[in-house]
C-alpha cells in the first residue's frame, strides 16, 4: 500500500444538523494526527433521488429506517458498493476522536477469508469503527437495493459477521476504545463515545438544537460521562477545532425532516459507562 493512498472515510451522521459538534471534532482529529490525504464521505439520510443515502418515509421509497437506533445504522453495508468493490475503505459512527494516525488502522492486514477488520472482543463483534475490503465483501454483503428494502437488514447483517467470525480480521482494540474502556488517554488510538446518553457533545448540542426549534435524535436520557479526562479532552479538541478555523456551519445542510427509527427513551447504555452490579455467588450458582 503506497504512502501516499488517500484514505477513504465513511461517517454515519443525523441528516438534521444535531451532530455537527461530533462532525466538527471528528474531522479535526482526523487531520490533526493524519499524514495521508483523507477523503471524508458524511452518510446522511437524504431526500435526493440520486443519491445513495436517499429515503422517502412518505412513500416507502429508499433506506427504510423504522428498526435503525441512530439514524445512519445501516448505511455501513453500503460502503463496498459504493467504492465499485474495489479498494479499501474505513467507517466510524459520528460520535468518535481519532487519536493517532489514522493510516495505521487504514494498513491493517485483512487475510484470509476475512472481509473487514473490527473489533471482536468479549461478547460483541464493534463495527462502528471498522475497516472494508470492498473487492472481498462483495461475496458477503447484499445490493444496496437489497439492504435498502429490508427494514431488518442491519439486524441481519451484525448477525452474520458476528455467526461468523472468519470474515473479521481482529484489529488491536484501542482503535475502537469503547467509552475510553480500562485505557489512559495515551494509550487510546480512537476514542469512541458511544454511550448515546452520555455523549460529550450533547452539551453543545442540546441546547443548540432547541434554541434552532427542532429536537435532537436521541430521546434518552442524558447523563454524565463518568471519565471526567476523557469530557475534558472532548472539550480541548472542540475548543482546538474553532481555533484552528473550523466551524460548525461548516457541516450543516438542508435538514431532511422527521424519519422513523427506534425509540431510545429505554436505554441502558453500555457496561463500561454503566457497569451492571455483580450478582452473588449464590445468585450466580442458581441463576437468580
Not at 443525523?14 to 471528528?26: A, F, G, I, T
Not at 454524565?224 to 478555523?245: C, I, M, Q, T, W
Request: glycine letters at 4%; one cysteine or more.
Amino acid at each position: 500500500m503506497k504512502q501516499d493512498d488517500t484514505i477513504k472515510v465513511f461517517v454515519g451522521c443525523d441528516p438534521n444538523n444535531c451532530d455537527l459538534e461530533q462532525m466538527m471534532v471528528l474531522d479535526y482529529s482526523i487531520r490533526k494526527h493524519t499524514t495521508n490525504s483523507v477523503d471524508i464521505v458524511w452518510m446522511q439520510l437524504s431526500r435526493d433521488p440520486n443519491s445513495p443515502w436517499y429515503s422517502n418515509p412518505e412513500t416507502g421509497e429508499g433506506w427504510n429506517t423504522v428498526k435503525w437506533s441512530t439514524p445512519f445504522s445501516g448505511f455501513r453495508w453500503a460502503i463496498p458498493e459504493y467504492c465499485d468493490f474495489s479498494g479499501r475503505a474505513i467507517y466510524m459512527d459520528a460520535d468518535v476522536v481519532i487519536l493517532d494516525d489514522l493510516a495505521k488502522l487504514w494498513q491493517h492486514p485483512i487475510t484470509g477469508k476475512s472481509i473487514v477488520a473490527a473489533k471482536t472482543k468479549a461478547d460483541m463483534t464493534r463495527l462502528c469503527t471498522c475497516v472494508w475490503d470492498c473487492a472481498k465483501a462483495q461475496s458477503t454483503i447484499p445490493s444496496i437495493k437489497e439492504l435498502k428494502q429490508d427494514p431488518d437488514s442491519h439486524k441481519k447483517m451484525m448477525k452474520l459477521l458476528k455467526k461468523n467470525k472468519r470474515l473479521i480480521e481482529p484489529y488491536q482494540d484501542s482503535y475502537n476504545s469503547v467509552d475510553g474502556e480500562d485505557l489512559a488517554i495515551d494509550d487510546i488510538r480512537i476514542l469512541h463515545y458511544s454511550d448515546m446518553g452520555t455523549q460529550f457533545s450533547h452539551k453543545y448540542a442540546i441546547p443548540r438544537v432547541e434554541a434552532e426549534g427542532f429536537e435532537h435524535w436521541f430521546d434518552g436520557k442524558i447523563s454524565p460521562h463518568p471519565r471526567k479526562d476523557l469530557a475534558e479532552l472532548f472539550d480541548s479538541y472542540y475548543n482546538e477545532a474553532l481555533e484552528n478555523g473550523y466551524q460548525l456551519d461548516d457541516y450543516r445542510i438542508e435538514p431532511f425532516g422527521r424519519f422513523p427509527k427506534k425509540t431510545q427513551q429505554n436505554y441502558s447504555g453500555n457496561n463500561v459507562t454503566r457497569p451492571k452490579a455483580s450478582k452473588s455467588l449464590l445468585s450466580r450458582i442458581f441463576k437468580r
